[in-house]
C-alpha cells in the first residue's frame, strides 16, 4: 500500500519545529545597564530558575509528542478529512504550549502558581484528547492503516494512548493545591513515555 501521508507529515514536523522554537522567547537576558557587578547578575539569573524550569519541561514534552506523532503515522497509511482534521487539533494546541509556558516562568513562584500549574496541565489534557482523536479517526478504519495491522494490534495502540488520560486530570485535579506535585506527575509521565518509547508504539 503506498503511503497517503507525507505531506501531512512533512507539515507537522514544520509545526513541531515551530512550536518548539516558540518557547526560548520567554528567556530573557537581563539588561547589561540594570546589572551592577557579578553577584547582582548570579543573583539575577537565580531569580529567573521558574523560567529554565518551565522551558526544559515544556521543550522535552513537545519533543516527545513529535516522537509519538511520528510512530503514530508509521501505523497510518491513508488519510481522510477527519483523521486531517484532527491532525490539525493537535498542532493547533502543541503551537499553543508557548503561553502556558510564558505564564509558569512568570507566576510559579508567586501566590497565582495554583492557577498557571491548572492552566499548563490543562493544555496537556487537551493535547491528550487529540491524539486520541487522531488515533480513533485513523484506527476505526482498517483501510486507513499499514497492511498487515492486527485487531490486537489497534487495541494495544488505543489503550496505550488512552492511559495517559487519567494521570492528565488527576495533575489538573491537584494543580490548584500541590502545584508542584502536579508538575511531578507530568515530568514523571514524560519520563517514562521517553524511556518505553522504543518497545511500544508510544502513548500522548
Known sequence: MEKETARIEAFSDGVFAIAITLLVLDLHVPKPEDIKNTSMLISRLQQAWPSYMAFTISFSSIFIMWVNHHKIFKQIYKRNSTVMFANGLILFLVTSVSYPTALLSRFYNTSSAGLVVALYTGIFVLINLSYNLLWYAASRDKELLRPGMTDA????????????????????????????AAIAICVSLWIFWALSSGKVPGPL
Not at 153 to 180: D, E, K, Q
Open 153 to 180: 494490534a489497534i487495541l494495544r495502540i488505543s489503550r496505550n494512548y488512552l492511559y495517559g488520560l487519567p494521570t492528565y486530570l488527576a495533575a489538573f485535579a491537584i494543580s490548584f493545591v500541590y502545584p508542584a
